[in-house]
């Protein structure tokens, strides 16, 4: 949902995987090929990237020969134990829900954006498939997730839903679904946050139906585009309707395809987004 989009988009790109290298490796790819941006996705945890180059990024900001870049993930539970120290080692970062820009802000960081989530139409719009499965979830079920789980299971909803499912499984599954389940609560706490996942069930030409989060209305129209909940109870009355209603689903899924395709294809906003880090 990066790489291949910033290829698709013209630029000369250099994948550099900070779960196999670090500082070394990154200062000679650097003095080799002298970028105009480092784009990074850091995670600061040493489980998946040990070596992440957290020496050579500094240089390179301080410097000001390389415009360096970090897109922040989950500030809805790492901004206080990640994101608030980190973005101090970037020229500019961006934060997937807009408010916490305000936050970044107050620690005294102020070339943050607000930059949410999106999917490479490349990958998820071209699987051409009957969708014979009425709902399926991908994902691990922690927190509450299970708890929901448990309810539509009860009720007698089945749910598709693939374990360890590879990217290229995830594609198939809601290509093949005609709704997609998004749980939007992280496994950290009760928050709820941007997901990819809003996203890439669209994307998929799916109807998509998620747990609510305020943000989210500002990307789909709600019972137009998508179709939100909060609640157990909530999902399965909703569900329960949706199975009945074939053709409500479609059209949902189809306007929902047709917005994502006009805003969120990750072209568009990586697009949008290069040209506001280049304005700093």
């Not at 749910?159 to 709704?179: I, T």
Request: charged share 25%.
């Amino acid at each position: 949902n990066f790489y291949i989009p910033l290829m698709a988009l013209g630029h000369n790109i250099t994948f550099f995987d900070t779960a196999q290298y670090g500082d070394e490796q990154l200062r000679t790819l650097i003095e080799n090929k002298k970028p105009d941006l480092l784009f990074c996705i850091t995670t600061g945890d040493q489980n998946y990237c040990p070596q992440e180059p957290w020496e050579t990024i500094s240089q390179e900001t301080t410097s000001g020969r390389t415009k360096t870049f970090n897109w922040f993930c989950d500030d809805s539970w790492r901004y206080d134990s990640f994101s608030s120290e980190a973005c101090h080692h970037f020229n500019v970062c961006s934060t997937p829900e807009a408010k916490f820009v305000e936050r970044y802000k107050k620690d005294n960081y102020n070339n943050i954006l607000a930059a949410t989530w999106h999917a490479n139409s490349d990958l998820y719009s071209v699987v051409n498939v009957r969708k014979t499965q009425p709902i399926t979830f991908v994902g691990a079920l922690h927190g509450t997730r299970q708890i929901f789980m448990n309810t539509l299971n009860s009720c007698g909803i089945q749910v598709n839903h693939p374990r360890g499912a590879s990217f290229e499984d995830l594609v198939w599954e809601y290509s093949r679904s005609q709704m997609g389940i998004n749980f939007s609560k992280n496994s950290v706490n009760s928050e709820t946050q941007m997901k990819a996942r809003i996203f890439e069930i669209p994307a998929a030409r799916t109807m998509l139906i998620t747990e609510h989060h305020d943000e989210i209305e500002h990307c789909f129209k709600i019972d137009k585009e998508i179709i939100t909940f909060e609640t157990e109870t909530e999902l399965v009355e909703k569900l329960n309707f949706l199975l009945k209603n074939p053709a409500v689903v479609s059209k949902i899924a189809l306007n929902g395809y047709k917005r994502f395709r006009a805003e969120h294809d990750s072209k568009i906003r990586l697009s949008k987004l290069l040209e506001q880090i280049n304005k700093i």
